[in-house]
């Protein structure tokens, strides 16, 4: 239980097999959830992007995606900067349905992090970023 990198794996995973649990019941799962919320954070973004930030593997994310455009919570854009891209956004429809799930991802989180205090809390989260950021091979 000293080995930062058991901890997270064990966290991370304890935390996927939650959180899925708790979308099943939406017919949702973990990697929507996370394409949702990245595509909430920044807007527009690529597959590549949105695999790297839902820590995915590509053909997954492109078939998530695919489910999630057919279902009209995203659309498919060509980018404005670049007329060879094609980016993802959330839709009003995909707004509406991840302001639907955030009051139960927002319960799982408060319940991991209830035993922290507020400066515990900010502590460990810089740590992790500071981990994330020397391992990472992307800067998004």
């Known amino acids: 239980r ?3 990198p058991y901890l997270i794996t064990r966290l991370a995973h304890r935390w996927g097999a939650d959180q899925s649990a ?4 939406l017919g ?16 527009e973004l690529t597959i590549n992007e949105l695999a790297v930030l839902s820590v995915t593997e590509q053909s997954t994310t ?10 009209g919570y995203v659309g498919r854009e060509i980018s404005d900067s670049d ?5 993802v956004v959330l839709t009003e429809l995909g707004k509406a ?8 991802v927002n319960a799982l989180y408060n319940r991991l ?3 922290l205090d507020e400066e515990e809390l900010m502590i460990c989260i810089r740590v992790l970023q500071k981990m994330t950021d020397k391992i990472c091979l992307t800067k998004i």
């Open 2 to 4: 000293q080995y930062a």
């Open 22 to 25: 708790a979308l099943a019941d």
């Open 28 to 43: 949702w799962n973990g990697t929507m959830m996370r394409i949702m919320s990245s595509l909430s954070a920044y807007k």
């Open 62 to 71: 492109s078939r998530t995606i695919e489910a999630l455009v057919t279902a």
């Open 83 to 87: 007329q060879r891209v094609r980016t």
């Open 97 to 104: 349905k991840l302001k639907e799930i955030a009051p139960l």
């Open 113 to 115: 992090v209830e035993d």
